[in-house]
């Protein structure tokens, strides 16, 4: 049970670092993704506001605060998440040494080396303990 508990959440973790490396190569997918999920949260607090559940005033500042943390979102580093999901991967859920692990172990240095680039051209200084 530990074995199959540790090898799906490697290949979670190894699929999330996936996601964020595709978000990076083609931005307009993140984009979508984050504007998906807050259209499902906007009709799901609508639909409250009409059933009487929340007040007009709140939906508003609902709204307002989604729509900013979907901007947030948008300036997060894709790559930095897709480090850290294959470290997680990597770290965390081994032994066992299942394909998820090692695959995450493959695609950890190309996501710090273009993380490392990113940081280089928005002229971000850091020190290597940093990213970590």
Known sequence: ????????RARAACREGEKYLEWNRHPG???ACLDR????????????????RIAPQDLDRRLALARFARGEAMKESSLKYAYVWFQTAAELFSP????????????MPEARR???????????????????
């Open 1 to 8: 049970m530990v074995y199959c508990d540790l090898w799906l």
């Open 37 to 52: 999920a807050l259209a499902v949260q906007t009709a799901r607090w609508q639909a409250q506001q009409q059933a009487g």
């Open 96 to 107: 066992p040494e299942s394909r998820w692990v090692l695959l995450s172990r493959k695609r």
């Open 29 to 31: 997918l993140k984009a």
């Open 114 to 132: 273009l993380w490392k680039a990113e940081l280089d051209s928005r002229h971000v200084r850091y020190q290597d303990y940093m990213l970590e």
